[in-house]
């Protein structure tokens, strides 16, 4: 019945031990029996309580028996089950796992430690931990293992660096554990290994990218400022500069709209909340920035506004544009005067191609701007002063001056008339001689006078 009942339950082995061991019950009881340990008597009570002991610790004997197999069969099972558990997670593991000995040898490792490293099973294991990792980090690696089969730190988390096959770096987590025996002796190390490149290069790329950003900032001629809720965390040395402040960190903690003239900081204000709302506007506007004494300037402004973590930033970025209004206010002065002078203002290239014509050169000639700009000169001189060009052209090339030049030019109804011409070089932001600017002026009444 004990047998059958383990067959049941699925211990066939210890079910067969105990077929065994009630075979060898029997068999003793024969042999006591036949020598007499158990014999007849006519005292058939008394045989009978020397039969009974003796099968009683007969049965006892071969419980505890079956019961130890049965024992034995569980924890067998028990630990086949754990070791087949443990194998499919080692060797299905998305990250790698390595079993090394004392000494660093790698005596098991799996498919993911292979493929992160590019080594087969057979190579990894005929190799020590310290071959393939990189030279900076064999130093740590070689003294956790040597500290902790001493009594010393029994785990490590770390980050190292292994070396590829084909001789490039793998950044990893590394977690390693000294497994000892119930005995506290020592038996081997398991490591779980997670493969972190991406990770560290990722970083790297956003730490240069930071670092770029910092010396683009520190360097820029602009000044630069960054606010958060309206108050500024950073603004560049180029920022102090302009502004009058000792150095860019005097500026942490100041409120952005004070950088701004009163009745412009409603306008910087609106502006922020349009590029917050993403609404079209221009890349700069022009404003009035206010400076540390009080002081106030011409200022191009640019506002960028973001949100990070339910905060709200915005980058400044502002330049003086003093001194250009200012050259802006005398060139449109100039042009005002050139524009309504009486006399001819006109300006062409070295090759005699008009570029300007102001209401003078109208007047006199008698043709509109439409009609002259990029036509050549040369159709306003009679035939005979046809040889007038080539010498203005050649001392202006020579970046000479041709002044009260008296001459005769031809107006659009055909007329000749004399004109009084002063003739300059027009040099670029570079100093080359560009082209020409002609000042003329009709002295014909006066040359009739002289007559």
Known sequence: MTALYLIVLGYRKAAYASVIVVLIYLATIGILFINGLIQPSSDSTAYMHSYTAWLMLLLAVGSVSIAFLVSFELLAGALKESDDRFQLAFENANMGICLTSLDGRLVKVNDAFCGMLGYDHDDLERMNVTEITHPEDRAETQNFLTNAVKGGKEKINLEKRYVHKQGGIVWTNVSSSLISDVHHTPQYFITHILDITKRKRAEDELRETEESLHVMLESSKDAIGVSKSGVYIYANPSYAKLFGFENNEAIAGTPASESFAPSYRHLISNHAE??????????????????????????????????????????????????????????????????????????????????????????????????????????????????????????????????????????????????????????????????????????????????
Do not use: C
């Open 274 to 451: 349009q590029r917050h709302a993403r609404e079209p506007l221009p890349e700069f506007f022009e404003s009035r920035a206010v400076k540390a004494n009080g002081a106030e300037f011409d200022a191009e402004v640019s506002l960028s506004s973001y949100a990070l973590d339910g905060e709200a930033y915005s980058l400044a970025i502002i330049r003086d544009i003093s001194e250009r209004k200012h050259e802006e206010e005398i060139s449109s002065r100039l042009s005002s005067i050139v524009e309504y002078s009486e006399d001819i203002i006109i300006s062409k290239t070295l090759d005699g191609v008009i570029t300007s014509w102001n209401r003078g050169a109208e007047r006199i000639y008698g043709y509109t701007e439409a009609e002259m700009i990029g036509r050549p000169v040369s159709m306003l001189l009679p035939s005979e002063n046809a040889d007038d060009l080539p010498f203005i052209l050649e001392k202006i090339n020579r970046g000479e001056h041709v002044e009260h030049y008296e001459t005769q030019r031809r107006k659009k109804d055909g007329t000749k008339f004399d004109v009084s011409l002063t003739i300059s070089p027009m040099r670029n932001a570079d100093g080359l001689i560009v082209g020409a600017s002609t000042i003329g002026r009709d002295i014909s009444e006066l040359k009739q006078a002289v007559e």
